[in-house]
């Protein structure tokens, strides 16, 4: 099993609820249409000592499921349209789980 956690920095002027909102619904959406994907959810209601504006948290069964999930057409829509144009800084840190 892998885990694959994502924080997300916005730009300054896209710290809106309704950027947010598109973020974690379009990316919650993917769930069931993306082989391997066990797991997805994205958090957008950070606690003050934070210092990113969301954050997403996906399992999947294994290293190819996550290779598959980062070009499958869903996920790319969803980056292209949702994410990408409205992040500042993006960092990664997947981890396999025993």
Sequence with gaps: MVKHIILWKLKEDCKTEAVKRGIKE????????????LEIKVECEPMPSSNADVMLYSVFEDEAALGGYAIHPEHVKAADTKVRPFTAERFCFDYEVN
């Design 26 to 37: 379009s990316l919650e959406a993917l769930y069931g249409k993306i082989d391997g994907l």
